[in-house]
């Protein structure tokens, strides 16, 4: 089976490579600018334009007006402009959407830090060194780690953190194709105060430093609305915050890991069974809880979906309207009502007494199964 995957590895370039390095970051900051602002001033203009007039007029005047771009590689501008084209299509999916969070693309600063470039094309790997197109062979922290055998390198993200540079590469490659997974079919319930919980019983917490980390960004917040506008200080405070975004998102991505590796690779059920992902967002009214909880629910969603594939377990998504929460899963029986704060299920018909998240995960785990796939057939879609 020939799957696609991402390896980000740590990179040890010499001076001159680190030179070669800055110079691209400032090739794809500046390509991506001037597509920006052509972009906004077409727009204006009344004469909308597209990525591939835009590099065609781009290529015509670079060699007169930014001679220097010459020193780079074609491929790093190349991917500037399309990755300016992604922002606008991320724009406009979410403007269509009606997101409150539009995200209109921004130009990027060099007071952000140094950023990153794409390179594709001619990338080859060995043991313990990478050659990128017009740079040559750079040295690799951690030997073999990138996979050299019969894998095709698609393209790879370069860029700086704290003065490190990393890779980060996307991959082809072939895997052995997986055994169906024979298991038990496993519902997933993802929730806010727990991570989730599975139908066999696991139960996922949220790790530790999450809560450690979510009360110092509290607190970082409250520092920034302190300090005053324009000030270093509030600069400062503003790093820090975004520091605090990654370590959270880091922190539940690993946990999030944990849990998909569980219903997948670890007990290899036939089918896993997740929830829509708007569910959980419309229960909490809390903003933060809700933003968080929805990405956690897209990240969740998405390994979910790759371990899937590589480890031969099927997935379905459960329809956003089939009431896994208020549904009894020992008979079946439908409740009105199911307060938020009920941590337990109890049902009125068969007298079962059950925890409220492991009751949703054993009934999203039901309609893998042929009984309920006929009453709630509606409900899932692969
Ligand atoms: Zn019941």
Redesign the pocket.
Known sequence: MRIMRAYKTALNPNSQQRGAFMQHSGTARFVYNWALADRIERYEAGDPTNLYEQKRRFNALKDEQFPWIRKTAYCTTEEAFHHLDTAYKNFFRRVKLGKAEKGFPRFKSRKRGIGSFTMRGRIHIERGRIKLPRIGWVCLKEKGYLPTNGAKILSVNISERAGRWFASAQVEMDIPDPEPGTGEPIGIDLGIKTLAVCSDGTTFENPKPLAQQERKLKRLQREFARRQRGSKNREKTKRKIARCHAKIADIRKHALHNASYHVTAKTKPSTVVVEDLNVKGMMANHHLAKAVADASFGELRRQIEYKGQWYGVDVVVADRFYPSSKT?S????KKPLLRLSERQFV?E??G?IIDRDLNAALNLASLANGANRETHGDCLRS
């Open positions: 009894c020992g008979c079946g029986s049902c018909e068969c079962m």
